[in-house]
T-cell receptor, first 112, second 116 residues
């Protein structure tokens, strides 16, 4: 079945550091890929998405590229801020649509 | 702004006392979902409605029920809450479930349920 694996957290960075959160997936066909962010005490917000191979999703300085050859969708940001502290979830939907499959989430803590 | 609204944001109920959580949306989406989330774990899908068609996940306990009286509203009923049901409950919507297309789920802010 479809699955998503994220790097384990928590990840602690200093402000302005470079961020990478690894995400790999297992799926048949061509899934759509998403990154969601959850700030403390809040629901999930869609951060970015990519629907086909080599697509790059970007938003708020975050980027992720759909890599079919490595089945990956790593999240990157060049310079993190304290306000980026949150839990980040990688997710996919299969090419049949349907259920959103989440990774286990990665907690990011950014220190001033 | 179009959005997904959940009320209340915080709910306290007693062990065994029925409780209802509410979700409304102004997006006019066909699909509404209920998730349970514990301690920053990934959300766990309980069930969803596609229009008026109810779809239960195989491992959702019978204690959890849902109603969707119209397009805009969806309710989660917990018939006899146990201590293990304390969690964040998230409502989400999506336009459709079309095969082969991407769909985005839009989440509400969640209701944190405490069971005493």
């Amino acid at each position: 079945g479809n699955s998503v694996t994220q790097m384990e957290g928590p990840v602690t960075l200093s402000e302005e550091a470079f961020l990478t959160i690894n995400c790999t997936y297992t799926a048949t066909g061509y899934p759509s890929l998403f990154w969601y962010v959850q700030y403390p005490g809040e629901g999930l917000q869609l951060l970015l998405k990519a629907t086909k191979a080599d697509d790059k999703g970007s938003n708020k300085g975050f980027e992720a590229t759909y890599r079919k050859e490595t089945t990956s969708f790593h999240l990157e940001k060049g310079s993190v801020q304290v306000s980026d502290s949150a839990v980040y979830f990688c997710a996919l939907t299969g090419n049949q649509g349907g259920k959103l499959i989440f990774g286990q989430g990665t907690e990011l803590s950014v220190k001033p | 702004d179009a959005m997904v609204i959940q009320n209340p944001r915080y709910q306290v109920t007693q062990f065994g006392k029925p409780v209802t959580l509410s979700c409304s949306q102004t997006l006019n989406h066909n699909v509404m979902y209920w998730y349970q989330q514990k301690s920053s774990q990934a959300p766990k899908l309980l069930f969803h409605y596609y229009d008026k068609d109810f779809n239960n996940e195989a491992d959702t306990p019978d204690n959890f029920q849902s109603r969707r009286p119209n397009t805009s509203f969806c309710f989660l009923d917990i018939r006899s809450p146990g201590l293990g049901d304390a969690a964040m409950y998230l409502c989400a919507t999506s336009r459709d479930l079309t095969s082969g297309s991407s769909y985005e789920q839009y989440f509400g802010p969640g209701t944190r349920l405490t069971v005493t």
